[in-house]
């Protein structure tokens, strides 16, 4: 396997002592400020070094007159409850939204604790493409009007654009992505029922958003376009990258080959997906992804003294009345990962200033605020069938699954703040857009989202990266349902239209190019427009609707199969070997299609019906081969067809994939959560796939939110 | 399709496991033979001699190296036997697998044609596998279509692209021409290659013709987070 390079160390002015562990052994103690860290000692790692450097912060803290402690096992404050973990802030969830919020606060001065049901920092975010669509006149939009580089010198390309395709203010953006008139070629309208107030507030905030980034340790590209409902007019998106050095070093923005991935071939633990070259939109040696984003601001939240409390999954929102009241803190529950099959502990990449706590349920006093950045409900099927009733499919799961593990994107900070009393918004978001779900042409993995490699901790939950295909390839197989009959022409199965970006025009749904384009005008979804564009797909629905295996009460759509042979293979060239297959329930192999059908049967946990028509299915398919013709699907006159006739037989698993969350907690434009009745909950504040009420794909949304919050936590008084 | 040998060992054994456990235990259960065709041609010549690969799998993946298969064409008359060699296919656990020559019929049109593999009683039992293929004769063709495949950005040829003109297929050459000798009538010709996506054109053909396919590369799949316009 791919032995792991030595980590980066934190500096050494590093200080992990800023929150009160209320606990026997624990002295007195008070928070402290950023600037008082810079002449402390580094960091504590496990709970005993934590109490150790906590007894010394102590002393030091009541020369500073700092704020009252006990020294009981556990405190109980004024209002009754008893605490044992104090902070200003709590921030639950380490990813897009949560980690900007605590930073942002933590620069404020306040003391912040981060908790994470998962073992690592990151969330989506680290398994991301670290594509940041911001806008409305960002640091990265002026530097690429200016033709100017970054401060560091690693970006060798010109810019991309032209200066009038990135030149906008905060008011055009804002109108750009609440625009009623844009349509998708499906003919969905994708920013129409964006909040008003949320959404100003997100264009306003997109410039310091991008700043804030960058002044975190994040090198972003050349502005390169705009991606998935990032607004149509502007060029806005810049993706985070890392230079390919001799060692991993956030601040001299390096990181090595090994570190970085190697491509077919090994991922890491710093970067769970390969970091792809970032040469068009960077220069030679640039690198991207999720982990250029997320270990720099990870490193910058450590260097600043926020302190994580991982495997530590919130489960209640504490407030003063049921309904009624200021938010007092959260309960939280311990959620460690084991390596599968070892009674080994998954640890974060970094582990300075972290809380090593595994008491089975603590409680954590948030004296200032609770910022729920918990993420969606991707994984968690009764939210989902609210959404899309099929989607109560257990079989299929969130994009990064095994990354996030069991309760990544269990929607739990949506259901904490419903039984508190939030209201939720953008409920009807998640239909129709492309990015939510999906059936990504990847086979043979659960996660087909994720291009997971060995060399990740959580490869082994997974087993195999997948078969990654072009949607041309699906010209070779069949698809079939959970009992062998086929669903949809192959070739449409896994088609993904493009979303209206920029620069618009035809193939992205929009009728004229960039600055052609007239934000809110009519003609933009005239009927004539709409049945000229239209380019929709129900694949996806398709796969995952009723049949005859389908029973009373949950009606399960069951597995999907892609079904091929050797002359499959040998024909397109298909690396069916490891990592991409593996004897995981996800990929079979036999002599004839009888024993395949057996060897699912038995070998696929979410096989709960006979694939009793298959063997027919094949069949009959061979017999339209023979013909040239397809009456089921309308094959054939699309790409030439293909007998599945030549031993050994295969079948790999087609996995619809549930990726974004755009339906969830109702936050105004400070990112603090409404009740139902439209009035703040105090103290409590979210965003990102936690909060709804924007149809707005990617990191964009969920670091601005982030940003908006922490601001926010940060003017409000305490 | 069962022999009286098959069903007969299934009546047997069926009755048997109803008589007693025990001598059902006893009794050797009869294995399934699973038989496959490949390598069909998918047209052929009147009376073209042709090669197709025929396998067989028992049930339990018994030894079948040795055992005779048969085709038999559509009227009944043996077409070709072969033994089974000593080999697995590649890539299986237990196909035995053979090449047999056979002679297309003389009258076009398509003919359901059968692979038999007779059972045995010898310890443990086997039952019969059959496999019905379907053998093809065209007439001759009168005309040759020359397809040139190329890349539509790069304007360079594209060896191995797959051009199917249904019933007739070829693969173009280095020069990504292929030649394509059809009969006169109409046809959609179409062209695909991987990494590329496939095209259709329809053509009347009348007379030797040439005609081309210009395709587009088919972008690799990329995250919602990664789509560029």
């Not at chain 1, 990740?456 to 070779?476: N, V």
């Amino acid at each position: 396997m791919f032995a792991e390079g030595k980590r980066q160390d934190l500096p050494s002015q590093v200080t992990s002592k800023p929150i009160y562990k209320l606990g026997g052994d624990m002295a007195k103690k008070r928070d402290t400020k950023p600037e008082d860290h810079k002449s402390q000692e580094t960091t504590s790692v496990g709970r005993r070094k934590f109490l150790q450097g906590g007894v010394a912060a102590g002393v030091g803290a009541a020369a500073l007159g700092g704020c009252a402690a006990t020294s009981s096992g556990q405190r109980t404050s004024p209002d009754g409850m008893r605490w044992d973990y104090e902070v200003d802030v709590v921030v639950v969830g380490s990813g897009a939204s949560g980690l900007p919020c605590a930073i942002r606060a933590r620069d404020a001065g306040l003391t912040v604790l981060v908790i994470d049901q998962n073992f690592d920092i990151g969330g989506k975010m680290l398994h991301s493409g670290a594509q940041i669509s911001l806008g409305g006149g960002d640091p990265c939009q002026l530097r690429d009007i200016a033709g100017q580089g970054d401060k560091e010198g690693f970006l060798k390309v010109p810019p991309l654009h032209k200066p009038p395709d990135m030149t906008e203010d905060t008011d055009f953006l804002f109108r750009d992505i609440t625009d009623w008139s844009v349509l998708d070629l499906g003919g969905n309208a994708p920013y129409r029922y964006n909040d008003r107030e949320m959404h100003r507030a997100w264009a306003d905030n997109c410039p310091a958003t991008r700043q804030f980034l960058m002044d975190n340790y994040v090198r972003f590209s050349r502005i390169q376009g705009t991606h998935g409902t990032g607004g149509v007019a502007r060029a806005r998106r810049a993706t985070a990258f890392l230079m390919l050095g001799d060692k991993t070093d956030i601040k001299a923005g390096t990181v090595t080959r090994q570190d970085a991935g190697i491509q077919g071939k090994s991922s890491s633990h710093f970067a769970p997906r390969f970091m792809d070259s970032a040469a068009k939109w960077a220069g030679p040696g640039a690198v991207y992804n999720g982990a250029a984003l997320t270990r720099g601001l990870e490193f910058s939240a450590r260097e600043k003294g926020i302190q994580f409390m991982l495997n530590r999954k919130m489960t209640e929102i504490v407030r003063e009345q049921p309904f009624a009241g200021r938010v007092l803190g959260v309960r939280a529950s311990y959620s460690p990962r084991f390596a599968p099959g070892t009674k080994t502990r998954l640890e974060s990449y970094w582990q300075n200033g972290n809380i090593d706590e595994r008491r089975a349920t603590i409680t954590i006093r948030a004296r200032k605020s609770l910022m729920i950045g918990s993420g969606g409900h991707t994984a968690n099927p009764q939210l989902r069938s609210m959404f899309y009733p099929a989607f109560n499919e257990p079989a299929f799961v969130s994009s990064g699954w095994a990354l996030l593990g069991p309760h990544g994107g269990d929607g739990s900070g949506i259901v904490a703040g419903m039984r508190i009393g939030a209201n939720l918004a953008g409920m009807q978001q998640n239909l129709g857009i492309t990015q939510s779900f999906h059936i990504p042409p990847r086979l043979a993995t659960r996660d087909s989202y994720t291009d997971m490699l060995p060399g990740h901790p959580t490869f082994p939950f997974r087993r195999s990266t997948g078969i990654s295909l072009g949607t041309s390839s699906y010209e070779h197989l069949i698809a079939v349902n959970q009992v062998g009959k086929r669903f949809y022409n192959e070739l449409d199965v896994a088609q993904r239209y493009l979303s209206p970006i920029w620069p618009g025009g035809p193939r992205a749904g929009v009728p004229l190019h960039s600055l052609q384009h007239v934000q809110g005008d009519w003609r933009n979804c005239s009927r004539e427009w709409v049945r000229k564009m239209y380019n929709g797909n129900a694949s996806l629905d398709a796969a995952v609707a009723m049949n005859e295996g389908s029973q009373a009460p949950h009606f399960y759509s069951g597995p999907l199969w892609a079904i091929f042979d050797r002359g499959t293979i040998e024909r397109d060239n298909w690396d069916i070997g490891a990592p991409f297959t593996a004897d995981n329930g996800y990929f079979f192999s036999a002599d004839t299609i009888e024993e395949l059908v057996r060897k699912i049967e038995k070998g696929h946990e979410f096989q709960r019906v006979p694939l009793k028509y298959l063997s027919e299915t094949v069949r009959r398919w061979n017999s339209y081969v023979d013909k040239g013709a397809d009456p089921d699907f309308g094959r054939g006159k699309d790409a030439p067809m293909h007998k599945i006739d030549k031993p050994p037989f295969y079948a790999a698993a087609i996995c619809p994939v549930w990726h974004d969350s755009y339906g969830g907690l109702r936050i105004n434009g400070k990112g603090q959560v409404l009740d139902t009745q439209g009035a703040v909950i105090p103290g409590l504040y979210s965003g990102g796939e936690a909060s709804g009420g924007g149809n707005q794909h990617g990191l964009g949304r969920a670091l601005a939110h982030g940003y908006i919050a922490g601001s926010s936590i940060a003017r409000e008084r305490a | 399709m069962k022999s009286a040998l098959a069903v007969d060992l299934a009546l047997k054994d069926a009755t048997q496991n109803s008589a007693s456990d025990q001598q059902a235990q006893c009794t050797p259960e009869l294995h399934a033979v699973a038989l496959t065709v490949w390598d069909v041609p998918p047209t052929t010549a009147s009376g073209e001699r042709f090669t197709v690969s025929v396998g067989a799998r028992c049930s339990v993946g018994c030894d079948l190296a040795g055992r005779e298969l048969t085709i038999v064409d559509h009227n009944g008359l043996r077409a070709g036997m072969v033994k089974l060699g000593g080999d697995v296919c590649p890539g299986t656990e237990a196909l035995y697998f053979a090449r047999i020559e056979v002679s297309a019929p003389l009258e076009a049109g398509s003919h359901p044609w059968e692979a038999r593999m007779a059972g045995w009683e010898t310890a443990p039992p086997h039952a019969c596998g059959s496999f019905t293929l379907m053998v093809r004769v065209v007439p001759t063709p009168d005309c040759v279509v020359t397809v040139k495949v190329f890349d539509r950005e790069k304007q360079t040829p594209i060896a191995g692209a797959r051009v199917v003109m249904h019933p007739y297929r070829a693969l173009t050459d280095d020069s990504g021409i292929a030649r394509v000798n059809v009969v006169k009538g109409p046809y959609d010709i179409l062209v695909s290659r991987s990494h590329y996506l496939p095209t259709c054109v329809g053509v009347d053909v009348t007379a030797d013709m040439i005609s081309s396919a210009a395709l587009d590369a088919d972008r690799p799949w990329a995250p919602p987070d990664e789509d560029h316009a």
